[in-house]
C-alpha cells in the first residue's frame, strides 16, 4: 500500500482481556518495527523483525507481550491479560534495510 | 529504554525566526535521524545523518553531528507556523537496526 497501515485506529477494552493490535507495512518493506509511545513521550521500542524472524525483543515490557510476522509481510503485536498501564499509542514502522523508518498512524489502546 | 535527550524541551519562535534544537545520546552510533510529530499524528522522517558525517541540508533544514560530543543539531531556518510540531531525535547502533527516540523539543511557531 501507499503507506503502513494500522488497525484498529482504536481500541479500548477491560483489563484482563487479551488484545492483537496489526500492522500492514508498505509492499516490499523488509524490516518492521514496534513502539509505543506514551502522551508527551517519544517512541519507546519494543521489537523488530526482518522479513518474518524476530531480530530483538528486548524491548517487549513483560511475557504478556509479543509478536509475530509469520510471512514476512503483516505483523501482530499482542498483549495477552491486559492491564491500564498497557495504555498508550502503538506504533508500527517499515523500512528497507538500514533505511528510514515510515510511521503508522499508530493504534489507540485504552484499557479501563 | 530511551537513548537521546532532545534539548530544550519546548521552544517558542515567531514565524521567519529560526530554531535550533538539540540531541544528545549516550552509546555509539550507526544512524541519527530526526522526525517530525504533528499532534497525535505519525512521525514524518525528516532527514538521516550517517556516523561519518558531520552535517546535512535538505530545504530549510540543517542538521549536524558531532560524534566526539554525543551530540547532533537540527537548525530549522525561517521558520513557519505550519513547522509547529514535535521534533525527534532518534539513534541506532551499528549491532542493530531498532531506534531508540528522545522524549522531544515541542516547537510553537507563532504566526
Redesign the interface.
Known sequence: GAG?SQSPRYKVTKRGQDVALRCDPISGHV?L?W?RQAL??????L??F?YEAQ??KS?LPNDRFSAERPEGSISTLTIQRTEQRDSAMY?C?S?L??Q???????TRLSIL | SQQGEEDPQALSIQEGENATMNCSYKTSINNLQWYRQNSGRGLVHLILIRSNEREKHSGRLRVTLDTSKKSSSLLITASRAADTASYFCATDAFSSHDMRFGAGTRLTVKP
Not at chain 1, 508527551?40 to 521500542?45: H, S, T, V
Not at chain 1, 528510514?100 to 499508530?106: A, C, I, K, N
Request: hydrophobic share 20%; net charge negative.
Open positions: 503502513v524490516s518495527y513502539y508527551g513521550q517519544g517512541p519507546e521500542f521489537t523488530y526482518n531480530q530483538d524491548g506504533r514502522a523500512s534495510l538500514g528510514p523508518q515510515h510511521f503508522g498512524d499508530g
